[in-house]
């Protein structure tokens, strides 16, 4: 049997652990259970679980074609981030540049800046040009608040092992079309898929960006945002569960991939 | 007869250093080369330029009597082994040691045969559907070997190939190395920083050091005759005394060092100052009919080293460090006890100071 003082340790670890994973999730409980809220109003008390919120989001066209209008910007923005990322990243690893270590810090930059601020700086940069707010504008917001995302998970797997991987295939007689497509491309796929599928579902729920950017085609945050205006409304939270449950899923996705990465990397 | 590898001159500098410092180095064909030295002495840089992966800042490459020096890695007839071996990770292991005959537009019949043959050949045919990271390093070093002597290289490289390994599996892999070498014929570039390594497999030994060619022969005679202090300290222990040359006795030189007079092989004139390499096996605890009589010592420190004892004696007189001496395994003189030193006839070596 342990000592009573490690006793005592364990069991304020397990209070401690318990409070703060439940600060984490209470919001996303509450969200969730108030979904199934048998009743109009989407607070306590809890009066019964139905499925008609479900029901009724899944009927709504304009939930369901800002949701259309999310998948679209989410696919487009992180494979766009994806491609140029690996660019980027390849680029930096493989090549001496010019002031190749401030380009790698200037990609990263916009991750140190709020969503406010760079969404106010694109709509005012696309105001002067002439660029209407579309779909297309907010992809190209996203792209750069994902970039920097993208550029770095990709940048951090073409260290010295995957050089001389690249190295090995050179040697044998590789060319550069067959050292890309056969080598390069599939041994950074864990990379890659990790960091497609983080960029996916940090566009997927984006706000602000998105909000700004955008005119008479929306996204489902912004959707969700503009039926909120109108009251609380159980419907919502079964909105907001859906886009929780799909961002949930592709980020396990991504944590997946690291991890099966990094399980090869230390054997 | 042209040399199977040849280096005239060859120079590598990251801007203001010098990696390697113009090399000069003919290898005959068929041998075992080890490239010995301590991190930083350009060894590894070396065997990049051999393997085309890095371009010398001055000098050529000949293989076979072909100037390679501005070929890529693929047009060479050179295969590397990699330190981390470099497998694919993406691909099991037939696909990894069939890479190079897909890239020559080899397939098939003929390439599956070829792979087994090849997977044979390192002893792991009954892993070829194995993905990478199910094998285990000795495995993964293996498989590494095959993809790289399947497309027949005139010359393999190895870097450092057994550095991830146990000390066991080291030993293992360093005879099935040799005698891959012997069966195949090519030639091996090995390049390593443990010299008992280099000594099991090198036909032809190559001590580097700041970028430049320390020494280079057989590991024996590196071994007996140094070139170098260097070389002397660097493979196996060795006791370096200050002397002064005092006389000449046919191939030999008579040395005065602070242990007494000890016949050396070298050549140099009378009053030289010189340094005298002495090996702890060449000092004996006791005389026979070809030893010289030397200074007596006290027991400093025992240390069992299973087949024989390294004692660490204190000699009489200024002598600058306390030297090392082979002693026998049992019954070797216990710390604190007082030894007579003699020189065995004829081994100690010359060196310039």
């Known amino acids: 049997m342990a000592p009573s003082s490690d006793r005592g340790l364990l069991i304020s670890g397990a209070v401690y652990g318990s409070l703060a994973y439940l600060f984490l999730f209470s919001p996303v409980l509450v969200l969730l259970l108030f979904s199934f809220q048998d009743g109009q109003l989407p ?21 369901m074609t800002a949701l259309v209008h999310s998948l679209l910007v989410a696919l487009a923005s992180a494979s766009l981030a994806c491609l140029m990322g690996f660019l980027a990243a390849y680029g930096l690893a493989r090549y001496r540049l010019p002031g190749g270590g401030s380009l790698g810090w200037l990609i990263l930059a916009p991750a140190t800046l709020s969503y406010l601020i760079i969404g106010m700086g694109l709509m005012v940069t696309f105001g002067t040009i002439g660029l209407p707010r579309s779909l297309i504008s907010v992809v190209i917001g996203h792209v750069v608040i994902n970039l920097p995302i993208a550029f770095t998970l990709i940048y951090s797997q073409l260290g010295a092992h995957q050089l001389n991987i690249e190295r090995a295939a050179r040697d044998l007689g590789a060319g550069e079309l067959s050292l890309l497509i056969l080598i390069v491309v599939p041994s950074l796929l864990p990379a890659l898929v990790a960091a497609f599928a983080l960029c996916f579902s940090l566009s997927w729920d984006e706000f602000i960006i998105a909000f700004l950017l955008s005119q008479f085609e929306v996204t489902l945050p912004v959707e969700i945002w503009s039926n909120l205006r109108s009251g609380l409304n159980p419907a919502i939270n079964a909105a907001g569960t859906l886009v929780f449950g799909l961002s949930l899923g592709l980020f396990l996705l991504a944590l997946t991939f690291v991890l099966a990465r990094r399980g090869v990397r230390n054997d | 007869m042209t040399d199977a590898v040849s280096l005239t001159g060859v120079a590598k500098s990251y801007g203001s250093t010098e990696a390697l410092k113009a090399l000069t180095l003919g290898i005959g064909a068929g041998q075992y080369v080890v490239l010995l030295g301590p991190s930083g002495s350009g060894k590894t840089t070396l065997l990049s330029i051999l393997g085309g992966f890095v371009e010398p800042s001055s000098g050529r490459v000949f293989v076979q009597g072909q100037d390679v020096t501005t070929l890529t890695p693929a047009k060479r007839p050179t295969a590397t082994v990699f ?66 002597l399947i497309i027949e290289p005139e010359v393999l490289l190895l870097d450092e190939p057994l550095g991830a390994l146990d000390l066991h599996l080291r030993r293992r892999m360093q005879e099935e190395l040799h005698q ?37 022969g057989p590991p024996r005679r590196l071994y007996l005759q140094p070139a170098t202090a260097f070389t002397a300290t660097f493979m196996g222990e060795s006791n370096l005394l200050k002397g002064r040359i005092v006389g000449r006795d046919g191939d030999l030189v008579e040395v005065e060092t602070p242990l007494g007079q000890i016949p050396c092989r070298g050549k140099g004139d009378k009053g030289a100052q010189v340094r005298v390499s002495l090996r702890p096996e060449h000092i004996l605890l006791q005389a026979n009919g070809r030893t010289r009589a030397l200074a007596r010592a006290r027991v400093l420190d025992l240390a069992f080293q299973g087949t024989r004892s390294l004692l660490t004696v204190e000699p009489q007189g200024d002598c600058e460090a306390p030297l090392k001496v082979s002693g026998p395994a049992e019954d070797a003189p216990p710390p604190g006890s007082e030894v007579a030193l003699f020189a065995e006839g004829s081994r100690a070596v010359l060196l310039p100071m």
């Open chain 2, 83 to 148: 330190q981390d071996y470099a497998l694919f990770p993406h691909m099991n292991v037939r696909d990894n040691v069939a890479f190079g005959l897909r890239m020559r537009g080899i397939s098939g019949h003929k390439s599956r045969a070829k792979v087994m043959e090849m997977l044979d050949l390192v002893g792991l045919a009954d892993l070829a559907e194995r993905r990478i990271d199910q094998l285990s390093g000795g495995q993964r070093q293996r498989i590494a070997l095959a993809r790289a």
């Open chain 1, 43 to 63: 607070i306590p008390p809890l009066k019964g679980l139905t499925l008609k919120w479900y029901t009724q989001v899944l009927a709504d066209a304009d939930i």
């Open chain 2, 180 to 216: 891959l070498q012997r069966r195949i014929g090519s030639v091996f570039i090995h390049v390593t920083h443990d010299q008992e390594e280099a000594m099991n497999l090198a036909d032809h030994l190559v001590v580097m050091r700041n970028g430049a060619i320390e020494d280079s």
